[in-house]
């Protein structure tokens, strides 16, 4: 290859060079990138990876070093020993210098990312994977700070791995079979340390990295076939029911694991773990069979009123309620839910596991809903009495936004859950008309929870749906802008922005209330309340100019104090608005 070249950033690239990079950086896809793999001979192929390790580990610009991972990627198919030789190793070898006292974050993140990215092709894979997990497994020892970021990072790689190799069979079983009994067995060795206020117990027990594993668990499951899913369950299922350590590789620990019997340290840190198995069975097809089921179930539903520790509570709830949602109709789910019935209200009626019982209700809700089941009716009524509870009414009223939102993880079309078409529009005609009679009945003190409950409901209906209900609503709409609660202020402004533009007959007929509450909105002390009344004012100057136009030197002025905001996307946003109503009346507008 010739030494004539260009400069970037201390490095020099030969012509040849130059136009597979420039090819990469217009063509990322497979189809459209296959011509590059005759290009280059195979010693320039390791000159140009050799380049982009360059841009990958050194280049200042995030920027040119991400499009040097995504180049790498779709070249690693065609190249992949050149990409072992030349790019994989000085990865492995920049983690290993990570490991020093004088390193940082950025610099391991660059390398975790550049991994992940370059897994593209499965001898590849196997080995960036293993690697992966020996720089977790360092982590876990404690041989360098900032551990539970370490963890994050890592995760978030395996993650990207995982659902770049899930289209092959052979491949994400491989990945299955790594991934899952390694991140299971590191946790768990976490989980027996006597000392819980060691750092090599603690990292991989903090909420943050337990999370970080859960969402890399759950796609090394959700793609699995029934046949090869039923393999691996068995031995999860054996391993928290029973304490059975066989799959986990070294698996000899200092003492058993019984996350679901009663006790203190450690059974009470194992408990947490609870999150790594609803990762796993909730991400199953719905036909694949759960071993032990029926007392599984029993002790996940003990658990989420029992426990004291809020992350094991809801992970032991919504792993319920995701198993719920997937089991089949008739006699024995019919008992499975009286059963949780009389432990909900149990719950709900003692003081010091209230708040754990109103996540189970509001995960069991949700996994009724979104299959049509019978008892949802009755489930709702429950919220909607909880919501005149002085002590538990506000967090009632945010509830109603996971039972509307769409669910990331165990009740996701991701994790195969049982969904029904419309069911937010059902739950919106059985429950809003109650919804708005108990505000208009409630004491003084709860009307928020209603609104709040409302607001959610409103932010998440189709808008053909909720443009037709608009004059019903309205009124309480507005209502909700003069609520105390930001959350009900954010979620009634989001709510109304784009009906401002397609239903503009009903908004003019209260355009002097919704200029004067946007108006003061944009005074709020939440930054992302002011913009979003910013946003909604600037909505308004769509409407007919004669509706407007007579607020328009009131607008003007009002929005020269947002100008001077001391956040620069307020500014923005009062600047575009301010701009708006200036043009009202102009010739052309």
Not at 153 to 170: D, F, G, T
Not at 384 to 404: H, I, S
Not at 548 to 565: F, G, Q, T
Not at 581 to 588: A, E, N, S, V
Request: glycine share 4%.
């Amino acid at each position: 290859m010739g030494t004539t070249g260009i400069t970037r950033g201390g490095l020099q690239y030969s012509k040849k060079e130059k136009a597979v990079l420039s090819c990469m950086g217009k063509e990322r896809n497979m189809n459209s990138v296959s011509p590059v793999s005759g290009l280059l001979d195979l010693p320039d192929m390791d000159k140009l990876v050799d380049s982009l390790a360059q841009f990958i580990l050194y280049e200042e610009d995030s920027q040119t070093s991400l499009a040097a991972m995504e180049a790498a990627g779709t070249l690693t198919p065609f190249y992949p020993e050149a990409f072992s030789r030349c790019l994989v190793r000085k990865l492995s070898k920049g983690l290993q210098s990570e490991l020093q006292e004088d390193s940082t974050p950025f610099q391991q993140d660059r390398c975790l990312q550049a991994l992940a990215a370059v897994s593209t092709h499965p001898s590849i894979m196997k080995e960036t994977v293993p690697i992966l997990l020996q720089h977790l497994q360092k982590v876990q020892k404690g041989s360098m700070e900032a551990g539970v970021h370490s963890v994050v990072s890592v995760c978030q790689s395996l993650k990207q791995v995982a659902l770049q190799c899930h289209q092959n069979v052979q491949n994400y079983w491989y990945f299955h079979q790594a991934v899952v009994p390694c991140l299971m067995g590191l946790a768990v060795q976490a989980s027996m340390q006597e000392n819980t206020h060691t750092m090599l117990s603690k990292v991989l027990l903090t909420e943050e990295a337990l999370s970080a594993m859960v969402l890399v668990i759950s796609t090394a499951c959700m793609y699995l076939s029934p046949e090869l899913a039923a393999q691996s369950v068995s031995k999860v299922v054996a391993l928290f029911l029973d304490g059975e350590l066989s799959f986990i590789p070294g698996n000899s620990f200092p003492s058993t694991f019984q996350p679901f019997q009663d006790g203190q340290c450690p059974v009470q840190t194992q408990k947490k773990l609870v999150a790594l198995l609803m990762a796993f069975v909730c991400s199953l097809p719905r036909n694949v069979p759960i071993p032990q089921q029926d007392r599984l179930l029993r002790d996940l539903l003990a658990l989420s009123c029992s426990s004291d520790c809020l992350f094991t509570a809801t992970a032991a709830a919504k792993c319920f309620a995701g198993l719920v949602n997937k089991h089949p109709a008739g006699p024995q789910l019919d008992e499975l839910l009286r059963t949780a019935m009389d432990k909900l209200e149990q719950g709900l009626n003692e003081a010091p596991h209230r708040s754990q019982a109103l996540t189970l209700l509001l995960w069991v809700s949700k996994a009724l809903l979104l299959r049509y089941h019978p008892l949802t009716t009755h489930l709702t009524d429950k919220l909607l009495v909880l919501l005149g509870d002085t002590v538990l009414g506000p967090a009632v009223g945010d509830g109603f936004a996971l039972l509307m939102a769409d669910s990331p993880d165990v009740l996701g079309k991701s994790c195969h859950a049982e969904m029904r078409l419309m069911f937010r529009q059902r739950f919106f005609t059985e429950c809003v008309p109650q919804l708005v009679q108990g505000f208009h009945t409630a004491a003084p003190g709860v009307k928020a929870n209603y609104l709040k409950g409302l607001s959610h409901i409103l932010n998440h209906l189709p808008k053909p749906v909720l443009v037709t209900e608009l004059p019903t609503l309205l009124p309480l709409l507005l209502e909700a802008l003069s609520c105390a609660d930001h959350v009900v202020q954010l979620s009634t402004l989001h709510c109304l922005q784009p009906l401002l533009l397609d239903a503009p007959l009903v908004v003019s007929l209260h355009i002097d209330t919704l200029v004067s509450k946007f108006l003061n909105l944009t005074d709020s002390p939440a930054m992302a309340i002011r913009i979003a009344a910013l946003q909604c004012l600037h909505a308004l100057a769509s409407l007919p100019t004669p509706v407007v136009i007579p607020y328009k030197p009131r607008v003007i002025r009002a929005l020269a104090k947002p100008l001077d905001d001391k956040k620069r996307l307020v500014r923005k946003e009062a600047v575009t608005a301010r701009g708006e109503w200036f043009l009202l009346g102009t010739p052309g507008r």
